[in-house]
Structures are given as structure tokens and as C-alpha cells.
């Protein structure tokens, strides 16, 4: 029995729900869909990432941030980013809206990232516990080594955490101003 293609809330411009369609479909045609990027940080302020496994059918064998998914159709981003945590990486911890954004980016075999990104930020000291058929590898980084490490070797990150590393930096920074 073949598995179902999960589906994808397509939205506008400002996020607002326009229906649904199956999720490589999507990536297919570029259409602007609904998205979700979790970053995880320990007690001395290391980022988490994950490797993608090489079966994915975009961005396979590349280093990201600890996870990044899409909610599924009538499900909530903050539900959906802590599902896919789980399922992904074991974890369980509180996370909290950090911004959203929109990005669009074709991708080498065809298809195209265009998604309306909502990014959280969670805390988390130890070791996660992945699923093997989504993480091939994850490890604790430092921001100065992962800046060094991504301006020498671009080409070893997914392009939406290329993009969203200083954004979320500030964001971070700014979060622990005014707490």
C-alpha cells in the first residue's frame, strides 16, 4: 500500500491559509506554503543542528538547525514544531515565537523552497535522541565556530539556515535583553 503524500497549507503573502495541496507538489510548482524552523540552544549558548538524512528528497546530507518541517493542514505552527521536534530529535522543552519570514529558493534538482517560515526558539541541555530516518547525525556548535565553519563551507548547510543564522542571533541577543 502506497503512503500518502502529506499535504502542505498553501497560504498568501501574510501567512493567511488559501487551501492545501500534497507536500512535494508543492516544492514542485514553488508555491508559497505554511513552514516551521525550531533552533534549540543550551546553557552555554551552542546552537543544535541536525544532518539531514541522504534520503531526503531536498537538501539530503546537509546540515541545519535542529528542525524544520511544515505543519500539517489545520494544524498550529507552535503545535506542529513540537511534533516534529519529538519525532525528529526526541526532544521535549518549551518553545517560544521568535519572527517569521518568507524565502523562496530554487534548489538544484528542480525544485523550489517558497515558504512562509515561522521560526521558534527552545532550550534544551543534553543529548538528543534522533530518529535515524530523519537525522543522520546532529552535534552542539558554538556561534563563532558555526559562523567560521558556514562562511568556509556554504555548501555544507541548507540554504534557509544559511539565510536565517545572523537574523536569528539578533533575535536571540535581543531575547536575553530584555529577560
Known sequence: MKQEE???TIVDSSGLPLGECDKLE????GTLHSAISVFIFDRDGRWLLQKRTAHKYHSPSLWSNACCSHPAPDEAPATAAERRL???LGITCSLHPAFMFTYR???PN?????????????DFNGAPAPDPTEVEDWKWVALH??????????????Y??????????RRKQNR???D
Request: include cysteine; glycine fraction near 4%; hydrophobic fraction near 25%.
Open 105 to 107: 529558493h530554487e534548489m
Open 6 to 8: 502529506p499535504k502542505v
Open 86 to 88: 519529538e519525532q525528529e
Open 176 to 178: 536575553h535583553k530584555s
Open 145 to 158: 565556530e558555526l559562523q567560521c565553519n558556514v562562511e568556509q563551507h556554504p555548501e555544507q548547510y541548507t
Open 160 to 169: 534557509w539556515f544559511r539565510e536565517l543564522i545572523e537574523r536569528v542571533k
Open 110 to 122: 528542480g525544485l523550489t523552497e517558497n515558504e512562509y517560515d515561522h521560526v521558534f526558539f527552545g
Open 26 to 29: 508543492a516544492h514542485r510548482t
